[in-house]
């Protein structure tokens, strides 16, 4: 079953950090490039981060340059984002997702910044 499941959101003030973790199952997660997106409220689901399959390239959007951290674990079908100095802003639910592979988007995590 194509699978994709979003963790470690949650309820931190300004300035702090959090790690999201994605798990995939269900097709070649090793050969898949993989992104993160967010939605907030009342806004268009927007790319965060991209890594490569073996993750040698990745990009970010520059709202979240400098603050966020891609990675990848191909041996456990797993991709991180490490979000620092948090900001209002940066509330949103988040999801990730392969690219080019039509897999049904996952129920998201949700990250709150506030104080």
């Known amino acids: 079953q194509v699978q994709l499941v979003e963790s470690g959101g949650g309820l931190v003030q300004p300035g702090g950090s959090l790690r999201l973790s994605c798990t995939a199952s269900?097709?070649?997660?090793?050969?898949?490039?993989m992104n993160w997106y967010r939605q907030a409220p009342g806004k268009e689901r927007e790319l965060v981060a991209a890594?490569?399959?073996?993750?040698?390239?990745?990009n970010y959007a520059e709202s979240v340059k400098g603050r966020f951290t891609i990675s990848r674990d191909n041996a456990k079908n797993t991709v991180y984002l490490q979000m620092n100095s948090l900001k209002f802003e940066d509330t949103a639910v988040y999801y990730c997702?392969?690219?080019?592979?039509?897999?049904?988007w996952g129920q998201g995590t949700q990250v709150t910044v506030s104080s």
């Open positions: 997702n392969a690219v080019g592979l039509g897999i049904p």
């Open positions: 269900g097709f070649a997660f090793s050969s898949s490039t």
């Open positions: 890594i490569s399959r073996a993750g040698g390239r990745i």
